[in-house]
């Protein structure tokens, strides 16, 4: 079983920046993936950006430029470095773990809130 912990949501203005954080952790497995999405009312969960354990990542159109994604693999930690926020960023972001074995798994999710 793998537990994640979100951290790092809030309220910001347009045009400021949010740092997502989310530790991994639990016993026999190896993560393959990490990564982030987002939902808004009434739209569905879309990825905002994921990053795999060679490092290789992928963002949504809509992110590119103004969000970056890593990780710390000794501490099983993925980030989200969020800038230049807008409006239209705001969501419930969910933090989600790919094993090898390609099993997903999924944090509680995290506000993040921009206001004009």
């Known amino acids: 079983q793998v537990q994640l912990v979100e951290s790092g949501g809030g309220l910001v203005q347009s045009g400021g920046s949010l740092r997502l954080s989310c530790a991994a952790s639990g016993s026999g497995f190896g993560i393959y993936a990490m990564g982030w999405y987002r939902q808004a009312p009434g739209k569905q969960r879309e990825l905002v950006a994921r990053?795999?354990?060679?490092?290789?990542?992928a963002y949504a159109d809509s992110v590119k430029g103004r969000f970056s994604i890593s990780r710390d693999n000794a501490k099983n930690t993925v980030y989200l470095q969020m800038n230049s926020l807008k409006l239209e960023d705001a969501a419930v972001y969910y933090c989600n773990v790919e094993n090898i074995f390609r099993t997903g798994y999924w944090g509680q999710g995290t506000q993040v809130t921009v206001s004009s």
């Open positions: 990053i795999t354990s060679d490092g290789s990542t």
